[in-house]
Structure formats: C-alpha cells, structure tokens
C-alpha cells in the first residue's frame, strides 16, 4: 500500500516541528532558518512547502524567485533552494513530490526551473534524484559561493561548492 504523504505551503506552525526534527539527526537547520524563509515568503520573494507522512513533518522545499547565483539571476531564472526530507521518510517519492510541487509553482512564471546541487558526498540522492528529473548542467561551470571556479583552482568541497542545472519546464 503507498504510504500516504501530503505537501503544502509552509507556515509558522510548522517551524517547532521542523526545528526539533534536523537537530534530532544533528543538522543545523535552526528555526531562524524557516523563520526567514517564512519573512522571505510573506515578501514574495520565496516559495515553501513542507511534506507530512500521517502527520508527522518528513521534509520542505523551498523555490528563491530572487537568486544570487549569477547566471539564474541575470536569466531570470527562479532556483528551487534546499531540498530536504528526513532519513527515515526517504525513497518513498517524497523528495520527487517536493520537486514536483515546486516546479508546477515556477511553471507559471518561467519556461525554465534551476538549481545547485553540492558535490560532496552529501549530496549523491540528490544528484541522481536531479539527473532523473530531468536536469541538465546549465554549461557555466561551478561555483564556490556564487563565484566560478577556475580550472586548477584549490577549492573546499562543502556545501558551498555547487554545479547548477536546469530543466525546461515548458515545451
Ligand atoms: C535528495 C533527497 C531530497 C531525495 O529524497 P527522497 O524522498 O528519498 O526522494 P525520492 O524517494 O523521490 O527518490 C527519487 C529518486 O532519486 C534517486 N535516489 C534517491 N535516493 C537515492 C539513493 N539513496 N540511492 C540511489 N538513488 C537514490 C532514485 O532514482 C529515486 O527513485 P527510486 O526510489 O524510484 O529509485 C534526500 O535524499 C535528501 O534529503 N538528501 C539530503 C539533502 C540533499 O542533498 N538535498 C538536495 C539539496 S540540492
């Protein structure tokens, strides 16, 4: 039988939950994270949802319709942002649903979705979750804290070291 999950827009009544649930698993996703993502939301220039499993908080995603990254920011390009779903909720289409539910958002304002994806090995599900879907690099190289990095260049693997990839979400 599926397991039956529902996502909607994230409020103030979900942070407590969220909070206490990343730093079980030792995360730092505090609840001034999701409080500024909810100030961000309320000023149009963020989109949240969070994913429940019978009611218990599995996971959020959130679309930046503002993004820093250059390329996305000279294009026009809203990047979907931090992506996450619980340890013991994952491979049940939760993160996919996540996704999904972000980009019906975005297909209504742009023919194209974006995003980075880290390249340590912190981020493997996510690489084949991204390449699945559909995303492509976007051909700009990598960035470390938005900026490029050059071939040869010495640069730490953490999750400031992004590839970003693109999809066309409209035909
Ligand atoms: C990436 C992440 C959100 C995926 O969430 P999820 O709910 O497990 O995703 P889904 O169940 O929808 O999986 C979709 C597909 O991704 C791929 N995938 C996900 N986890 C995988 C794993 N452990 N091994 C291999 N493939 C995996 C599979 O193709 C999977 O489809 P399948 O289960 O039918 O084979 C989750 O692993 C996560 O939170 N990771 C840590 C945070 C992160 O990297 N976020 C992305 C930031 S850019």
Known sequence: MMDSFRVRSMSSADLPAAAAAFSSIGWIKPVTLFERYLAEQAAGTRSCW??????????Y?????KPTYPFFAEKRIPEIQDLNVLPPFRRKGIGTTLL????????TRSDVAGLGVG??????????????DGYVPDGQGVTYKDRYVREGELVRLDDDFLLHMLRRIRP
Do not use: D, S
């Not at 995603?61 to 319709?65: A, Q």
């Not at 999904?100 to 297909?107: G, K, L, P, S, T």
């Not at 390249?119 to 699945?132: D, E, M």
């Open 50 to 59: 969070v994913a429940h499993l019978e009611a218990v908080f599995a996971g």
């Open 61 to 65: 995603v959130t679309v930046n319709w």
């Open 100 to 107: 999904v539910q972000a980009e019906a958002e975005i297909v």
């Open 119 to 132: 390249l340590h090995p912190g981020y493997n599900n996510a690489q084949r979750l991204y390449v699945k």
